[in-house]
């Protein structure tokens, strides 16, 4: 997909989240509850003198879905917030019998509040992870965690968006019956693309188990409303049980390949611990119903999982992080940390100003203040940004352009093999490094390398197939496997990643070999830039070399015919030279 088609699905997973992110902070601010909690289809917790408790509904007490209209039915399965003063009819079954219960929501209390927050907030987070990983990545990897993370958004936007509804549940519940498979994905493809045979069989068992969680999804979305009583039954202890199943399977999955592939451990170390944050998230905590201070430490463990998401993709350099962390993530946070600055404040404000008619305007002059402030940041959070996240990177990038520079503004050809690869090496911390120049027969010889051992290739023939390649390309390009280089090293961190050609005056003079990151990370394409200006330095560098000594040449061939004509001059001009002549003619006059 191009950079243009991935920044569109970013805009339309901006739009789809900023729907039920706004949803969300309208719970947070309306919300309602009543007072019960169900696990499986029965009643688990049920607050004293609660609107549950007053309609006689008690824990243990079963509902029957079939029975149940579409907001009981999510109400119940999925836990959904309710509205201020909302009726919801649950029926319960007794015996063989069902009693429909009617329910009016009441006021969230403050904790209650706090706890909807962070909801919104982890689905503010969710919606941000998943425009980013699209738009940075491109890949399977990206845009199976995007797929899990608009799954992740527990929201409910029935009876707000009046003819949406349906279209809009019906996406909402298909995205979330593809979460878990999303997670499995992004845990068989993440730092390798490259399916194993295991993994390919892996990844179709799960496509396979998630078939039922779409029928189900599809039914209650969209069957069971147009076709009453006609969904597709489905067993509600599967429909519980699949996503900590998923979820276990993911963990199990990066534990083996950490196991079992040394070389992608630090890439996929830091996804351990957010699987395991997940899956206790994921399980059912009926305690969590009867304090809603453990509640709101409940529903804000994807807060966690998150963090440690965006920390392994940081450390890893899984996507090109710099710009879309930069700009993007940096700009939709900030408007996000203002939406909710507003919500906070139309909360707290809300009930304590409304009847002085104070609380509109404040809620405007502090929107006009945070869009000021916002304006403010704007030329200053780049190198915020730069100097938190990416100082390493910046580091590198301020080192290797003076090296740049020198090479420029130099003429000593010596310069240039530590400038490719020992300054390079070290800026980027890289495994190995090597260059390799022309020589006058048109064989490339090793005359630098960093990681390489003695006994890797030494000299490569101009018509080996890699040099063929390398000729035809007039940019950096990343070695695969037909652009294998025999007898380079082997080992996973020190084998060649990225090859860049080294042009003067239009044909291939060099070219320089890198490797990953000595900690297991691949390079992101802003370092393989850098490499490539680096390598343009260097063309320039061979360019004013050759010239330099051309210039030598010149000069010492100006030398050698001024001194050959000034021995000529002297030659024709010498009087030794010709009184012999006169002498030697009047000899000859005599004799004759």
């Known amino acids: 997909m191009s950079h243009r088609a991935r920044w569109v699905v970013a805009a339309l997973i901006l739009v789809y989240g900023g729907i039920l992110t706004a949803s969300d902070l309208d719970f947070a601010g309306r919300g309602g509850t009543v007072g019960a909690t169900f696990v499986n289809g029965t009643v688990a917790g049920v607050l004293p003198g609660s609107p549950a408790d007053r309609a006689g509904i ?45 329910i009016v929501a009441m006021a969230t209390p403050p904790l209650g509040r706090a706890e909807l927050l962070t909801v919104a907030l982890v689905s503010i987070a969710y919606v941000l992870l998943a425009a980013w990983v699209v738009v940075g990545s491109g890949t399977i990897t990206g845009y199976a965690l995007a797929v899990f993370c608009l799954a992740g958004l527990q929201t409910s936007v029935m009876d707000a968006f009046g003819p949406l509804t349906l279209p809009l549940c019906t996406l909402i519940f298909l995205i979330g019956a593809a979460g878990p498979l999303g997670l499995v994905t992004f845990a068989l493809h993440a730092s390798d ?25 599809l039914s209650e979305a969209l069957i069971s409303v147009v076709f009453p009583g006609h969904g597709i039954p489905v067993d509600q202890r599967y429909m519980t049980a699949a996503p ?4 276990f399977a993911a963990l199990a999955i990066l534990l083996v390949r950490y196991v079992r592939n040394p070389a992608v451990r630090v890439r996929i170390a830091w996804l351990i611990p957010a699987m395991v944050v997940l899956l206790v998230f994921t399980f059912p905590q009926p305690a969590y119903a009867s304090s809603l201070v453990l509640g709101i430490f409940f529903n804000g463990l994807p807060l966690l999982a998150i963090l440690c998401l965006v920390y392994a993709i940081l450390k890893s350099h899984l996507i090109d992080v710099r710009f879309v962390v930069s700009r993007a993530v940096v700009y939709g946070s900030l408007t996000s940390a203002a939406l909710a600055l507003i919500a906070l404040l139309d909360w707290a404000l809300g009930g304590v100003l409304a009847s002085s008619q104070l609380a509109l ?37 301020q080192r290797l352009a003076r090296v740049s520079r020198g090479l420029e503004r130099g003429d000593d050809p010596a310069l240039i093999p530590v400038a490719v690869v020992t300054e390079a090496a070290a800026a980027l911390e890289l495994a190995s490094a090597a260059l390799f120049t022309r020589a006058a027969d048109g064989t490339f010889s090793r005359v630098a390398a960093y990681g390489w051992d003695d006994d890797h290739i030494r000299l490569l023939e101009p018509n080996e197939p890699f040099v063929l390649q390398v000729s035809g390309a007039d940019a950096p390009f990343r070695l695969e496997g037909s652009s294998h280089i025999p007898g380079a090293p082997e080992e996973e961190l020190a084998k060649p990643r990225i090859a860049v050609p080294i042009r003067s005056h239009g044909a291939l003079t060099a070219f320089a070999l890198y490797g990953s990151h000595a900690n297991g990370a691949d390079l992101d394409p802003a370092e393989t830039q850098l490499l490539a200006d680096l390598g343009d330095a260097a063309s320039y560098a061979f360019d004013r070399a050759e010239a330099t000594r ?24 010498s009087p030794s030279l010709r009184s012999r002549s006169g002498s030697g003619g009047a000899t000859a006059a005599g004799a004759t």
């Open 361 to 397: 305007p404040i809620e405007a002059l502090t929107a006009i203040g945070i869009g000021f402030w916002l304006n403010a940041l704007h030329g200053r959070v780049e190198n915020l940004v730069e100097s938190l996240l990416f100082r390493t990177r910046r580091h590198a990038e």
């Open 58 to 102: 008690r824990v243990g007490d079963r509902a029957n879905l079939q029975a149940a209209d579409l907001r009981a039915r999510m109400f119940i399965t999925r836990d959904i917030f309710m509205f201020q003063g909302e009726r919801l009819t649950v029926p319960i079954l007794s015996g063989t019998r069902t009693t429909d219960r009617s």
């Open 244 to 247: 900590p199943a998923f979820v």
């Open 550 to 573: 051309l210039r030598d040449v010149v000069a010492e061939l100006r030398a050698a015919l001024a001194a050959a004509g000034s021995a000529y001059a002297g030659a024709e001009m």
């Open 193 to 217: 693309d490259h399916l194993s045979r295991g993994r390919t069989v892996l990844q179709i068992l799960a496509v396979i188990a998630t078939i039922p969680l779409l029928a189900a999804a």
